[in-house]
């Protein structure tokens, strides 16, 4: 039953995921369906439906009529080997199918991305990074310490981070919260690690600056991406808390490293689900030539 089950997963050409609680009901109402009519087609009319399902490209409906031949003719051995060598070809249709669509997404991608790079400035020190960052010109790194706020920047792979930036006050924040108009608000988690928090002095002038990732950016550059026409405050919490007005360039900034790192990191997802259709299709190649 395991078997049958397993066979029903549809190959997912983005994230992967797993049967949701309705497709496992539909998955169930079929397979029912098939147990109760089945034995008037026999388990070569159940073959002969799977091989012309698979001609079609529906390859779902193929595994599935497959599947059902061991569940409702258990002793029709000839069959069930035709339909697993039949399994076998279907997967590997399958896998190549994915290839085809994965390789047509990716230049799509990589066409949109080449438009999209304009917009920021590629910083990479060869003595320490592996990986560079991106970093939006609309709201340059190298003037953001003019004033408090927010600026952005995105890693080679996609991983968009946030930095808080504040000076002339020593409040030793961890966190901050972006609100909107309306009440909104977006919050990040709290960084207390080493690395992340940076705080020095420099020509008598005081300055923190924090660095959200991951977990830790916890959505605020979405927030701030999707309310980006509307005025937005930051609050610096620590000790005490500061706020400051967002300015339109920080805006537009984390705005633009938010839809790179989106496309970045679809990328690589895209990237990773040919590389698994690939290796499957070498182990059910390797498997025929057995």
Do not use: W
């Not at 994965?102 to 990986?131: A, T």
């Not at 924040?173 to 977006?186: N, P």
Request: proline share 2%; charged share 25%.
């Amino acid at each position: 039953m395991l078997l049958v089950f397993a066979h029903c997963t549809l190959n997912i050409l983005f994230l992967p995921m797993r049967f949701s609680v309705q497709a496992t009901i539909l998955c169930l109402f079929a397979l029912l369906v098939f147990s109760c009519s089945g034995k008037s087609k026999g388990p070569k009319g159940y073959l002969t439906e799977a091989g012309e399902a698979y001609k079609k490209g529906n390859y779902a409906l193929a595994k599935l009529k497959i599947d059902s031949i061991k569940l409702v003719f258990p002793k029709a051995f000839d069959e069930i080997n035709a339909g697993f060598a039949l399994m076998q070809e279907v997967r590997l249709a399958e896998n190549r199918r994915n290839i085809v669509y994965c390789d047509s997404m990716l230049r799509e991608s990589y066409e949109q991305l080449n438009r999209m790079l304009v917009k920021f400035d590629f910083v990479r020190d060869d003595r320490y990074q592996e990986f560079g960052e991106y970093y939006p010109k609309a709201y340059p790194h190298h003037s953001s310490l003019n004033r408090n706020g927010l600026r952005s920047g995105v890693r080679e792979r996609g991983a968009l981070f946030i930095e808080s930036i504040l000076s002339g006050s020593s409040v030793r924040h961890s966190r901050v919260r972006v609100t909107s108009g309306d009440g909104s608000f977006a919050e990040t988690g709290v960084v207390t690690a080493d690395g992340l928090n940076y705080r020095f002095n420099t020509s008598g002038q005081t300055y923190e600056i924090v660095r959200y990732i991951g977990n830790d950016e916890n959505g605020i550059a979405q927030f701030i991406y999707t309310f980006q026409e509307q005025p937005l405050t930051v609050q610096f919490v620590g000790n005490r808390t500061v706020t400051a007005d967002l300015s339109n360039a920080a805006k537009r900034g984390i705005g633009d490293s938010f839809e790179l790192s989106t496309l970045l990191l679809n990328i690589e997802q895209l990237k990773l689900e040919k590389e698994k259709s690939e290796v499957l299709i070498r182990y059910l190649e390797s498997r025929k030539n057995q």
